[in-house]
Each structure stands twice: as structure tokens, then as C-alpha cells.
């Protein structure tokens, strides 16, 4: 192989060159000669590059820039580095993911809005081109080392299963090591984890101590050390997303006592305090104006006086989870200052991936889930008596709307709302020491996301390729900013951006931004949307207006049209039309146009099938099923979960519990509701059976429980509601046990598994689950199998 600085990098991966040398008959020829092997490394110098991104943190949270959250490991990065107060997100966990590590706009890799909520259409149906190679994929085929910690979040639904197909998988989007999730959000205390493609458990549980954000942690140091013991010369590329702050606020109890009565004031006075803070420490200007609470939210004078000491827990949770983040995200620096490689690491930590999320609705909520799929559950008779529950297992808990308002200072808007800065402007800390003579400084270029990779590209001295694995790629979208690091009054080489999610729609051309937020507000997520010809465009001037606070739409209708025209033109090049403002709706694959990873109206399970998601089984709400198994009794009697999906805070289980068949339905971890027989199973092979009636009338209704063993009744109950929609973001189903938090109280999270034999489990739904002998014959299961080939 040529010497690494003189490769062409331009196609990947670089083509093997066979060396042309004299051929000897002998290899103790003297004249038998070959070029060393060479192992593929970046151009010299190119440092290792560290992305820290933290979830759901907005612009006015972290005390890096003026937030009432303590960050000290990121005021100590921007102290020896610099500060970027016009770097910008795409308002949305999987776009910002997407956007960053490939260098290109969200709709342009297809991930107009979450993975969850897919469609056929070329910009929302959660596929990355093959002609936009991820940034990862262009280190590793350039030398680098790279890995991944954390939330992944851009995996395709139809394609989250263990069978693959794994192309958009981190291992399969250049990252030779992945530990983490691949969903949205996760239990801090009981995740479902992933390494590589394989999950797995944590060794402990959240009542013997662990922590995923420690976890996570902990494996990047690990991998850190490994790496740079085996390859020094070896630069790495990390992506560490720990998925943190984004619900569940789950954390130790003590780190929450240090925030004790620090939000007891509310949130617009916190929003005041924290608008004197960005002043005073530069980050926004001196005659920035603090922008009105929009009318939706309501005052803290407004909340009812027994419901302010559980939404001020709320706040102190939040705070503790974001300082714990930002201590265990320094254990990780820490680490690179030990090995002596700090200073050469370019580091990007990018405090959210969008804003501050007002997704738990106005009161907050228990369980986040409810916000979805049962509102009128979420009650502040719920939240007062569950109060000491919030940040612990025992609840799945969310701040409120005012909260998420006050983390976006001095903006407007939270989370979801692309057309406005408090849904797309995070603070990001730049540190490169060998790199970046400045320290300590304020950048104020307008960036985007999407200038990551063109940076990372840059510094490593590589060019973005032309071609990679025998596809043409697109060009970048993203520009560097390498150019300001040195330079705090550049030009911004950025001028045009785009935004868009669920038709909150926004340009920034020049200085000027002209916007329109569409519909209803983040935290309402049922209901018919307004007409999008219906949307009133603002205008503001950020040269002169830096928080979006005097609209000028009504003063200058022509700039406002120009606008419109250069955001449809800007729209129309990267795959924003067809616009789409659907939520709850395009949960439906049927109504989507994505795949469905289950057809039919049957499916049938094996033993050793764990940690299935919800889109890998077949979807028996709102609907009448039956779940049916076959399993082997010990003569010493059986306990222990046949089947279970979903966990504490939503799901069902069928179980076994002191030798007697039992069914739980947990709803949303509010209610449970048991179905259980009197006499014990005996032993030997039987078939069990669980039949769901559902009472129909639409959505969310009711139903009634029948057991049965070998076709013969046993039990009945009912179930007075069900979840409509889904039952978990992160639990799963899983055969023989139920891993993560327990459905049912019956048992824990430990030792549940079947002490018996589980052969195999069936779940049928609407005329498949009406089986006259409530049996499943051999030939039944077979033709089943068949039908599926």
C-alpha cells in the first residue's frame, strides 16, 4: 500500500494496488522483494473526534449558557474552548441524529420526522440513500477507529428486528462498535440494551444500582483505553448520545436533593433569572429582548396551588438528570486527559438535539405515555399521590409544558417547533487545543447540524468522497466551520437553512428568518389539524431582533413572500413535499405506507425469542386475540412468565404464578387488571390459552378474559380499558420471561422465568382468535409456518 498521505481518498473504499515487483521462483532470493504492509491510516495529525449530543436539553437549561442546571464539565470545555450560541438542530430527536452524521438535511436522508412515524414518501420514510454515506463509514474506510455509545435512533422500524436486515444499524452505518439503544428513549434503571446487534442485559438492576447513563459511560471509557492500548497511532471517532435528558427523567435521589426548593418560584420567574444569567455571561446580547409565553401555556400563577410542589419536583428531577448527564459525559473526558490525548481530540458537545421538550403535557405526567394514550388518566390527584415515585422505577415521568418553555430562554417554542429558535438553537461547545488557538470565546456564526461531518472531514485533512461502496454520493449539504475557529468575525459561510417538522416550517436567509408554526402544540398529539393554507408566516430580522420577538410580517409583506418562495424553492430541493402534519396517525403503518413487519392475523413464537419490539408483534389492540402456548409442567408444579409484553408502566403478561395460570393487563402502569384460575396446572405438556374479547366501540375500549388449558374454561375477568396506540417506547416481548420491568406484581425483575418448558407461543387476532375448541391443532401451526414461506 502507497505511504497513507499519498492515497486518493476520493473513492471508497481505496482500491487494493498490487504491487509491481520482480517475480522470484524462490522467497530466499535475494532478489525477492515487496512493499511493507502498510496498515490504512487518515492523513497525519487528524485528530480523534469526540460528538457528545445530550437529548431534549434546550438552550436555556444548561449553566454553560446561563440554565439553572449545573453543567460544570461543559463550562470547563467552553473555558479552554468556544462557545457557539447560533448553532442549530432540526427540532427532533431522529432528523438531528440523521442530519449530523451524514452531513446532509434530514428530509434528504428520509427522516422527516421519527423513525416511529415513517411513510412511503422519499422524505419520511426513515431511509438513508445509499448516496449519502454516513460520516462514520468515511472515517472508518479512511483509517479511523469508530464507535458508538448511547441512543441510535434511525433504524427503521420495519427494519428494529432480530433478523435484521441490520444496513441502517450503527454496525452497518460504519460504527465497528455499538452499545446502546436504537429506539427513542429508554428506562434509565432497566434499558433495553444493544450490543452490536445482539441484546442484552445489564449485570445489575435499578434496585442494586445501576444506571444506564453511568453504563454508558463506563463502556466509552473501556473502549477508549482499549483502543489507544492497541493503536495509538490509530485516531478514533466516538459518538457518544446518551440519550439523556429525554424521558424518562430518571435519577438518584440524591443528586435531586441538591435542586431541593430551587424551582419553587415557577417557571416564568426561572425564565427572568435565566435571561439575566445569558446576559451577563455574553451568550446572548445586550439588547436581546425576552420573547412572551406563547398563550398556550399557562402562567405559574395559573397552576393550582396543590399541584406546584409536584411540578416543581418535576423541575428538580429534570435539573439532577441533566447534571448527572454532563458529570458522567466529564468521566469520559476525564479519561482522554488521562491518556494524554485531550488536546488532540476535536470535541463537539452539542447540548440537545433539539429543544426542550414539551411532550409530558401542561400538568407534566406520571407516565409520558398517557399524554397519547390516555389523557383524561393523567390527573393531578395521579401526580400528587405518585409524587415521591417521580424519578425512580416506579413512574416513567415527564416535566411540564412550562418547564420545556422556561429550558428554551429567551426563545419561543419548544421541541417539535422547527419554525422557531427555542425549537432548533442548542448550545454547542467546541474544544480542540491542538487545533484552536482561541479559548474561552463566543462564536456567533449561524451553523446547522449539518456542519459536523464537513468539519470533522476538514480537520482530518480528508475530502468527502466521491464514491463510496460503488455508489455516487451526494454532496455534502453541510459547511465547515473550521473557518471561525480563530476568527470570531468571519463572515458566516452559512447564509440559507431550511426547517421543517410536522409542517412547523421556517428559512433563515441572510440574517432574516421568516416562519410559521403549524397546528397544535407538541404536547397534543390526537385531534384534526387546521388547514395548512391556513398558517400565518412571521418575519424577524436576527441582525437587529436575536430571539425572534418583533414580528415584522405585517411591516413587510414583499420580504415575507420572498421568504415563502426561497423556503419552497429550499423545500423542493432536499424531499420536505409532500408536507404532513399527521401524529398519532402515521403510528399506523397501514396508514403510513411503510412496511408492516408482521402479516397476517396470526404469529407464532419460539422459545429464546426476547426483546421483540412492538412493530416486530403482531398488534393485538383494540381488537379481540387470543394468545395460546404449549408448555411442559415439572411434576414439582411450574412458575414463572409464559409470555409478556411491554413492562410496568404498560403491557400484558401470561403467567404462571404459584402453579396457577394467570393473565395481567397493566394499563399504562395506573391500573391492573388479573385474570387468574383456582386450581393448579398439573403436570405433563399442556395447551394454554388466553381469549381476548374486546367489547369494540371504537378505540381504547374494554374487553373480557377467558382462560383455558387444553380447550377447557378455567377463568374469567375483564379489563375495563386498554391502551390504544402502543404499549412501551422501550419494553418489549419477550418468550419465557420477561426481562426489563415486570408487568405484573406477581413477580420481579429477576427469576421470572418459566421453571417449565415454553414449546412454543401463538397469537392470533380478530377471526383467527375465534377458535370454536379454544385449541390449536399441530396441522394448524404448521400451515401457519407454511403460509409464512
Same mark, same amino acid.
Given at each position: 500500500?502507497?505511504?497513507?498521505?499519498?492515497?486518493?481518498?476520493?473513492? !471508497?473504499?481505496?482500491?487494493?494496488?498490487?504491487?509491481?515487483?520482480?517475480?522470484?521462483?524462490?522467497?530466499?532470493? /535475494?532478489?525477492?522483494?515487496?512493499?511493507?504492509?502498510?496498515?490504512?491510516?487518515?492523513?497525519?495529525?487528524?485528530?480523534?473526534?469526540?460528538?457528545?449530543?445530550?437529548?431534549?436539553?434546550?438552550?436555556?437549561?444548561?449553566?454553560?449558557?446561563?440554565?439553572?442546571?449545573?453543567?460544570?464539565?461543559?463550562?470547563? !470545555?467552553?473555558?479552554?474552548?468556544?462557545?457557539?450560541?447560533?448553532?442549530?438542530?432540526?427540532?427532533?430527536?431522529?432528523?438531528?441524529?440523521?442530519?449530523?452524521?451524514?452531513?446532509?438535511?434530514?428530509?434528504?436522508?428520509?427522516?422527516?420526522?421519527?423513525?416511529?412515524?415513517?411513510?412511503?414518501?422519499?422524505?419520511?420514510?426513515?431511509?438513508?440513500?445509499?448516496?449519502?454515506?454516513?460520516?462514520?463509514?468515511?472515517?472508518?474506510?479512511?483509517?479511523?477507529?469508530?464507535?458508538?455509545?448511547?441512543?441510535?435512533?434511525?433504524?427503521?422500524?420495519?427494519?428494529?428486528?432480530?433478523?435484521? /436486515?441490520?444496513?441502517?444499524?450503527?454496525?452497518?452505518?460504519?460504527?465497528?462498535?455499538?452499545?446502546?439503544?436504537?429506539?427513542?428513549?429508554?428506562?434509565?434503571?432497566?434499558?433495553?440494551?444493544?450490543?452490536?446487534?445482539?441484546?442484552?442485559?445489564?449485570?445489575?438492576?435499578?434496585?442494586?444500582?445501576?444506571?444506564?447513563?453511568?453504563?454508558?459511560?463506563?463502556?466509552?471509557?473501556?473502549?477508549?483505553?482499549?483502543?489507544?492500548?492497541?493503536?495509538?497511532?490509530?485516531?478514533?471517532?466516538?459518538?457518544?448520545?446518551?440519550?439523556?435528558?429525554?424521558?424518562?427523567?430518571?435519577?438518584?435521589?440524591?443528586?435531586?436533593?441538591?435542586?431541593?426548593?430551587?424551582?419553587?418560584?415557577?417557571?416564568?420567574?426561572?425564565?427572568?433569572?435565566?435571561?439575566?444569567?445569558?446576559?451577563?455571561?455574553?451568550?446572548? /446580547?445586550?439588547?436581546?429582548?425576552?420573547?412572551?409565553?406563547?398563550?398556550?401555556?399557562?402562567?405559574?400563577?395559573?397552576?393550582?396551588?396543590?399541584?406546584?410542589?409536584?411540578?416543581?419536583?418535576?423541575?428538580?428531577?429534570?435539573?439532577?438528570?441533566?447534571?448527572?448527564?454532563?458529570?458522567?459525559?466529564?468521566?469520559?473526558?476525564?479519561?482522554?486527559?488521562?491518556?494524554?490525548?485531550?488536546?488532540?481530540?476535536?470535541?463537539?458537545?452539542?447540548?440537545?438535539?433539539?429543544?426542550?421538550?414539551?411532550?409530558?403535557?401542561?400538568?407534566?405526567?406520571?407516565?409520558?405515555?398517557?399524554?397519547?394514550?390516555?389523557?383524561?388518566?393523567?390527573?393531578?390527584?395521579?401526580?400528587?399521590?405518585?409524587?415521591?415515585?417521580?424519578?425512580?422505577?416506579?413512574?416513567?415521568?415527564?416535566?411540564?409544558?412550562?418547564?420545556?418553555?422556561?429550558?428554551?430562554?429567551?426563545?419561543?417554542?419548544?421541541?417539535?417547533?422547527?419554525?422557531?429558535?427555542?425549537?432548533?438553537?442548542?448550545?454547542?461547545?467546541?474544544?480542540?487545543?491542538?487545533?484552536?488557538?482561541?479559548?474561552?470565546?463566543?462564536?456567533?456564526?449561524?451553523?446547522?447540524?449539518?456542519?459536523?461531518?464537513?468539519?470533522?472531514?476538514?480537520?482530518?485533512?480528508?475530502?468527502?468522497?466521491?464514491?463510496?461502496?460503488?455508489?455516487?454520493?451526494?454532496?455534502?449539504?453541510?459547511?465547515?466551520?473550521?473557518?471561525?475557529?480563530?476568527?470570531?468575525?468571519?463572515?458566516?459561510?452559512?447564509?440559507?437553512?431550511?426547517?421543517?417538522?410536522?409542517?412547523?416550517?421556517?428559512?433563515?436567509?441572510?440574517?432574516?428568518?421568516?416562519?410559521?408554526?403549524?397546528?397544535?402544540?407538541?404536547?397534543?398529539?390526537?385531534?384534526?389539524?387546521?388547514?395548512?393554507?391556513?398558517?400565518?408566516?412571521?418575519?424577524?430580522?436576527?441582525?437587529?431582533?436575536?430571539?425572534?420577538?418583533?414580528? !415584522?410580517?405585517?411591516?413587510?409583506?414583499?420580504?415575507?413572500?420572498?421568504?415563502?418562495?426561497?423556503?419552497?424553492?429550499?423545500?423542493?430541493?432536499?424531499?420536505?413535499?409532500?408536507?404532513?402534519?399527521?401524529?398519532?396517525?402515521?403510528?399506523?403503518?397501514?396508514?403510513?405506507?411503510?412496511?408492516?413487519?408482521?402479516?397476517?392475523?396470526?404469529?407464532?413464537?419460539?422459545?429464546?425469542?426476547?426483546?421483540?419490539?412492538?412493530?416486530?408483534?403482531?398488534?393485538?389492540?383494540?381488537?379481540?386475540?387470543?394468545?395460546?402456548?404449549?408448555?411442559?409442567?415439572?411434576?414439582?408444579?411450574?412458575?414463572?412468565?409464559?409470555?409478556?409484553?411491554?413492562?410496568?408502566?404498560?403491557?400484558?403478561?401470561?403467567?404462571?404464578?404459584?402453579?396457577?395460570?394467570?393473565?395481567?393487563?397493566?394499563?399504562?402502569?395506573?391500573?391492573?387488571?388479573?385474570?387468574?384460575?383456582?386450581?393448579?396446572?398439573?403436570?405433563?405438556?399442556?395447551?394454554?390459552?388466553?381469549?381476548?374479547?374486546?367489547?369494540?366501540?371504537?378505540?381504547?375500549?374494554?374487553?373480557?378474559?377467558?382462560?383455558?388449558?387444553?380447550?377447557?374454561?378455567?377463568?374469567?375477568? $375483564?379489563?375495563?380499558?386498554?391502551?390504544?396506540?402502543?404499549?412501551?417506547?422501550?419494553?418489549?416481548?419477550?418468550?419465557?420471561?420477561?426481562?426489563?420491568? /415486570?408487568?405484573?406484581?406477581?413477580?420481579?425483575?429477576?427469576?421470572?422465568?418459566?421453571?417449565?418448558?415454553?414449546?412454543?407461543?401463538?397469537?392470533?387476532?380478530?377471526?383467527?382468535?375465534?377458535?370454536?375448541?379454544?385449541?390449536?391443532?399441530?396441522?394448524? $401451526?404448521?400451515?401457519?409456518?407454511?403460509?409464512?414461506?
Amino acid at each position: 500500500m502507497a505511504s497513507n498521505d499519498s492515497l486518493q481518498r476520493q473513492v !471508497l473504499p481505496i482500491p487494493d494496488r498490487k504491487p509491481v515487483t520482480l517475480t522470484t521462483y524462490d522467497a530466499k532470493d /535475494p532478489d525477492t522483494k515487496f512493499p511493507p504492509i502498510t496498515p490504512l491510516r487518515p492523513p497525519a495529525a487528524a485528530p480523534n473526534v469526540l460528538v457528545i449530543l445530550l437529548d431534549d436539553v434546550g438552550f436555556g437549561a444548561s449553566s454553560a449558557f446561563g440554565g439553572p442546571c449545573r453543567t460544570p464539565n461543559a463550562e470547563k !470545555l467552553a473555558a479552554n474552548g468556544l462557545k457557539y450560541n447560533r448553532f442549530h438542530t432540526t427540532a427532533l430527536c431522529s432528523p438531528t441524529r440523521a442530519a449530523m452524521l451524514s452531513g446532509r438535511n434530514h428530509h434528504a436522508v428520509g427522516m422527516g420526522g421519527i423513525t416511529e412515524i415513517a411513510t412511503s414518501a422519499p422524505g419520511y420514510n426513515s431511509l438513508r440513500p445509499n448516496t449519502c454515506a454516513p460520516l462514520a463509514e468515511v472515517l472508518k474506510l479512511n483509517g479511523y477507529s469508530t464507535a458508538q455509545f448511547g441512543k441510535c435512533h434511525e433504524v427503521p422500524v420495519f427494519e428494529s428486528t432480530p433478523i435484521g /436486515p441490520y444496513d441502517h444499524w450503527p454496525t452497518g452505518s460504519g460504527f465497528e462498535r455499538f452499545y446502546g439503544f436504537i429506539g427513542g428513549e429508554n428506562n434509565q434503571y432497566y434499558p433495553s440494551l444493544y450490543d452490536g446487534t445482539t441484546p442484552i442485559e445489564p449485570e445489575r438492576t435499578g434496585d442494586e444500582g445501576y444506571h444506564l447513563m453511568e453504563d454508558l459511560a463506563d463502556k466509552a471509557i473501556d473502549y477508549v483505553r482499549q483502543q489507544k492500548s492497541i493503536a495509538p497511532d490509530k485516531p478514533f471517532f466516538i459518538y457518544f448520545a446518551p440519550g439523556a435528558c429525554h424521558a424518562p427523567h430518571h435519577v438518584p435521589k440524591d443528586w435531586v436533593a441538591k435542586y431541593k426548593g430551587k424551582f419553587d418560584k415557577g417557571w416564568d420567574a426561572l425564565r427572568e433569572e435565566t435571561f439575566d444569567r445569558q446576559k451577563k455571561l455574553g451568550v446572548i /446580547p445586550r439588547d436581546c429582548e425576552l420573547t412572551a409565553r406563547p398563550k398556550d401555556i399557562p402562567a405559574w400563577t395559573a397552576t393550582e396551588e396543590r399541584l406546584r410542589p409536584v411540578l416543581a419536583r418535576q423541575m428538580e428531577i429534570y435539573a439532577a438528570f441533566l447534571e448527572f448527564a454532563d458529570h458522567h459525559v466529564g468521566r469520559v473526558i476525564d479519561a482522554l486527559g488521562d491518556l494524554g490525548i485531550l488536546d488532540d481530540t476535536l470535541i463537539y458537545y452539542i447540548i440537545g438535539d433539539n429543544g426542550a421538550s414539551a411532550e409530558g403535557s401542561l400538568i407534566g405526567s406520571f407516565n409520558e405515555l398517557t399524554v397519547g394514550e390516555g389523557p383524561d388518566l393523567n390527573t393531578p390527584e395521579l401526580l400528587i399521590g405518585h409524587i415521591d415515585d417521580l424519578g425512580t422505577s416506579r413512574a416513567y415521568n415527564h416535566y411540564a409544558v412550562g418547564w420545556a418553555h422556561a429550558m428554551d430562554t429567551p426563545y419561543q417554542w419548544t421541541k417539535q417547533v422547527a419554525s422557531h429558535f427555542g425549537g432548533t438553537r442548542n448550545g454547542t461547545i467546541v474544544h480542540w487545543p491542538n487545533g484552536i488557538k482561541a479559548k474561552g470565546q463566543i462564536r456567533s456564526q449561524f451553523h446547522h447540524v449539518i456542519d459536523v461531518a464537513p468539519t470533522v472531514l476538514e480537520v482530518a485533512k480528508l475530502p468527502a468522497p466521491t464514491m463510496v461502496n460503488g455508489v455516487l454520493q451526494e454532496p455534502l449539504h453541510g459547511v465547515s466551520m473550521t473557518y471561525s475557529f480563530d476568527d470570531a468575525k468571519a463572515a458566516e459561510r452559512r447564509e440559507t437553512q431550511y426547517f421543517e417538522m410536522f409542517c412547523n416550517r421556517g428559512i433563515y436567509h441572510k440574517g432574516w428568518t421568516a416562519v410559521t408554526r403549524h397546528g397544535n402544540p407538541p404536547w397534543v398529539v390526537v385531534g384534526a389539524q387546521p388547514s395548512i393554507s391556513e398558517d400565518v408566516w412571521e418575519l424577524y430580522d436576527t441582525t437587529t431582533d436575536w430571539s425572534q420577538s418583533r414580528d !415584522l410580517a405585517k411591516q413587510m409583506p414583499e420580504k415575507v413572500a420572498e421568504l415563502q418562495r426561497l423556503f419552497e424553492l429550499e423545500a423542493g430541493k432536499y424531499n420536505v413535499f409532500p408536507l404532513d402534519d399527521r401524529k398519532a396517525e402515521r403510528a399506523n403503518p397501514d396508514i403510513a405506507g411503510r412496511p408492516s413487519v408482521v402479516l397476517g392475523n396470526s404469529q407464532i413464537l419460539f422459545p429464546g425469542m426476547r426483546r421483540l419490539q412492538e412493530n416486530s408483534v403482531i398488534n393485538t389492540k383494540n381488537k379481540s386475540h387470543s394468545v395460546t402456548a404449549e408448555v411442559g409442567v415439572p411434576a414439582s408444579g411450574a412458575n414463572g412468565v409464559i409470555v409478556a409484553q411491554g413492562g410496568n408502566m404498560g403491557g400484558w403478561s401470561l403467567y404462571v404464578h404459584e402453579s396457577r395460570l394467570k393473565y395481567c393487563y397493566n394499563l399504562l402502569g395506573i391500573q391492573q387488571f388479573y385474570t387468574g384460575s383456582d386450581s393448579p396446572l398439573p403436570a405433563g405438556t399442556h395447551q394454554v390459552r388466553m381469549e381476548f374479547t374486546y367489547d369494540g366501540g371504537g378505540i381504547a375500549k374494554g374487553g373480557t378474559v377467558t382462560l383455558y388449558v387444553d380447550g377447557k374454561k378455567i377463568g374469567e375477568g $375483564r379489563v375495563e380499558r386498554t391502551q390504544p396506540f402502543e404499549f412501551s417506547m422501550d419494553e418489549t416481548l419477550d418468550i419465557g420471561c420477561d426481562v426489563g420491568e /415486570p408487568v405484573a406484581a406477581d413477580y420481579g425483575p429477576r427469576g421470572n422465568a418459566f421453571s417449565g418448558k415454553v414449546k412454543w407461543v401463538q397469537i392470533d387476532i380478530d377471526a383467527a382468535a375465534e377458535d370454536v375448541d379454544h385449541m390449536i391443532g399441530a396441522e394448524e $401451526r404448521f400451515n401457519l409456518a407454511m403460509a409464512r414461506q
